[in-house]
């Protein structure tokens, strides 16, 4: 049997237990599931899974999957909830507790939605339209569990903290956020996820921003050579919004992380700054896509690599500017850090522009570290090891200082590239 014929039987079995867990009547259910039957397992024929390799995934077990989560310990002064503060972990039921297990106090300008108004994938649809949602998307969509769905409102800013950690074989979890943020409004998220055993989390996020809102994002994913990791995200932003995301990823066996962000009628901002840190056996694989569908955008993004071991990284990072998006303002940068002959750096930035009025840029370097910044370092009598984690230390820093301190906190993070916490704001 080929790997493929492995792959797609595996999908299939996995499909008949998720069905079996949702709970549905028999013909409701069949109905539902009638197009997932028909999803077909990606290969390396298709340029976007070139170099992703879904084994770590395919070595689950899908008649021993589970929920089970642990208590992650969360920072001191984070898990304690303030007036525009709220710290939330997932359970092993699929949903979202204050750190001391009680249901979570909403603050002002925090709101949780109806029910009938946290359909999955309604943000996404409106962001991707015409096109295929991505692998992660759509298992997180068949995965039993409630969505968090929150409206934000008010020009002050709340701050959201949502931490997932898992330490048992076998553990599936596929939380879905969905979050509205009004005209104006302001929301600091931060996430925290980490899997210390053979497991998968598949996260899905989808923002819809109002006119002049601003919602920034900070995810820390890191996880041990048999956890899978398959997050994406759908952000749909309305004129003058500004969209920041900055991410860290390190340690999992597979992560595959994919933003994809629309900026409706264009005049709107948005930030994307990654870090994947990918050692041992890790494939840290990053495939992100901005549209433009109006003028006067603006995009910023840098992601930052650095592979050493056997570790590969994977760039590929899309941006979409058509005839409506003139006087689009987009750069996009991909560095590179090498420092192994085993290691591999795979990177693809990605113009599509018809618009004639643009200042786009792009652009992607891979290096390794130079001798004579070591050797600068070593004559001033620091060893040639710690010389280089500094250097490793300082490529990464332009990413690591845009986190907020909610972030930074964690002691995951401090082990990573040994940074010390900074005094609480």
């Not at 499909?15 to 867990?21: D, G």
Request: proline fraction near 7%; charge should be neutral; charged fraction near 15%.
């Amino acid at each position: 049997m080929s790997n493929a014929t492995q792959s797609q039987s595996w999908l299939d079995t996995l499909l008949q237990v998720l069905a079996q867990r949702s709970g549905q009547p028999a013909g409701q259910r069949a109905a539902q599931w009638a197009g997932a039957r028909d999803w077909c397992w990606p290969t390396p024929r298709n340029e976007a899974w070139r170099f992703t390799d879904l084994r770590c995934l395919t070595q689950l077990d899908p008649a021993r999957l589970h929920t089970r989560t642990a208590a992650p310990p969360w920072p001191h002064g984070l898990s304690q909830g303030s007036s525009r503060h709220v710290a939330l972990q997932l359970d092993g039921h699929g949903h979202w507790r204050a750190p001391q297990g009680e249901t979570p106090f909403w603050p002002h300008g925090l709101m949780p939605l109806p029910t009938e108004e946290t359909t999955p994938g309604q943000v996404a649809r409106t962001v991707i339209s015409s096109e295929t949602l991505p692998l992660g998307a759509q298992l997180n969509g068949v995965t039993p569990g409630p969505p968090l769905a929150l409206q934000v409102s008010g020009a002050d800013p709340v701050h959201l903290a949502l931490a997932i950690q898992m330490e048992q074989a076998q553990a599936w979890l596929a939380p879905r956020v969905l979050l509205v943020l009004q005209p104006g409004a302001r929301l600091c998220l931060s996430w925290h996820v980490a899997a210390t055993a053979q497991a998968a989390v598949l996260p899905m996020v989808e923002a819809r921003l109002g006119t002049g809102a601003q919602l920034e994002e900070a995810a820390i994913a890191w996880g041990c050579p048999g956890a899978t990791f398959l997050g994406s995200s759908f952000v749909h932003q309305s004129p003058r919004s500004v969209y920041r995301r900055t991410n860290v990823t390190w340690g999992w066996g597979l992560s595959r992380d994919e933003p994809f962000i629309r900026q409706a009628q264009g005049q709107a901002e948005t930030h994307l700054h990654g870090l994947a840190v990918a050692r041992g056996r890790s494939l840290l694989d990053t495939h992100s896509t901005v549209f433009f569908d109006g003028p006067a955008g603006q995009l910023r993004q840098c992601h930052q690599a650095l592979a050493d071991g056997r570790g590969h990284s994977v760039f590929n990072g899309r941006v979409v500017v058509p005839r409506v998006a003139q006087q689009t303002d987009a750069s996009q940068l991909s560095r590179n850090l090498l420092l192994s002959t085993r290691a591999r750096i795979d990177t693809k930035p990605q113009l599509e522009i018809v618009a004639d009025d643009v200042q786009c840029t792009h652009g992607a370097t891979v290096s390794c570290l130079q001798d004579d910044e070591l050797f600068y370092l070593q004559s001033r009598g620091i060893g040639r090891e710690q010389a280089s984690r500094l250097l490793q230390r300082g490529f990464c820093e332009d990413v690591l200082q845009r986190l907020p301190w909610a972030a930074l906190a964690w002691s995951s993070l401090q082990r990573l590239l040994e940074i010390p916490v900074p005094d609480q704001p």
